[in-house]
């Protein structure tokens, strides 16, 4: 079974600076999807960075990037000069890659808390 | 796109009782995922529609839980005589067939259930 481990509960940056998050996965498998999600308080999850494992390039996303590390199973979230709107939950979650008609279920992290300070 | 919705919002009901909640997918999504997030947790899968087929449930849903997708279109989740572990957010999520887009979940805002 496939786990997903967020070792920061809380984490604290200040405005303008950069804060790395950090997310470890455990799987047996080949091909998977790994992302980020931001869960702003009392606001819906949303999308943040998604990582193919196939794809040995990094993703980025404006001032999101991560860190995929295939052989240590880490995939890290860099957030480049953080915005007062960037506090939020942000939880790492993993996607094996299933074909047709199958599940793409979403295996999620316990989650770090971030808050940015102006 | 007006995005994935939930109805209630809140609901507060006492042990025992019964409650039902709904989504409303993305409008051209055929794939409807439910999970449940418990405080300082991160979400966990129930189940999954493809279109109103329920194609997988996890061990999670015990028998008290039941999900329908009639037609394809919106998709109700019940928990029938409630308990208080039941407390927790229900999230809904749905996404594409097509493509890449397979593996884009959007999420709804959640129904925040408590059992008094």
């Known amino acids: 079974a496939q786990t997903v481990t967020q070792s920061q509960p809380e984490m604290s940056v200040q405005e303008a600076e950069t804060v790395t998050l950090s997310c470890t996965y455990d799987?047996?498998?080949?091909?998977?999807?790994l992302f980020w999600y931001k869960q702003p308080p009392s606001r819906q999850m949303i999308l943040v960075i998604r990582q193919e494992a196939y794809k040995q390039q990094n993703a980025t996303e404006n001032r999101f990037s991560v860190n995929f590390q295939k052989a240590a199973k880490s995939f890290s979230l860099k957030i480049s000069d953080s915005q007062l709107g960037d506090t939020a939950m942000y939880f790492c979650a993993f996607m094996k890659h299933m074909g047709g008609d199958s599940s793409y279920k979403l295996i999620f992290g316990s989650g770090t808390r971030l808050l940015v300070r102006p | 796109d007006t995005g994935v919705s939930q109805d209630p919002r809140h609901k507060i009901t006492k042990r025992g009782q019964n409650v039902t909640f709904r989504c409303d997918p993305i409008?051209?999504?055929?794939?409807l995922y439910w999970y449940r997030q418990t405080l300082g947790q991160g979400p966990e899968f129930l189940t999954y529609?493809?279109?109103?087929?329920?194609?997988?449930k996890s061990r999670l849903l015990s028998d008290r839980f039941s999900a329908e997708r009639p037609k394809g279109s919106f998709s109700t989740l019940e928990i029938q005589r409630t308990e208080q572990g039941d407390s927790a957010m229900y999230l809904c999520?749905?996404?594409?067939?097509?493509?890449?887009?397979?593996?884009?979940?959007?999420f709804g805002p959640g129904t925040r259930l408590t059992v008094t």
């Open positions: 999520a749905s996404s594409s067939q097509i493509g890449t887009r397979v593996y884009e979940q959007y």
């Open positions: 409008s051209e999504h055929n794939r």
């Open positions: 529609f493809q279109n109103e087929a329920q194609l997988e």
């Open positions: 799987t047996s498998e080949n091909n998977y999807y």
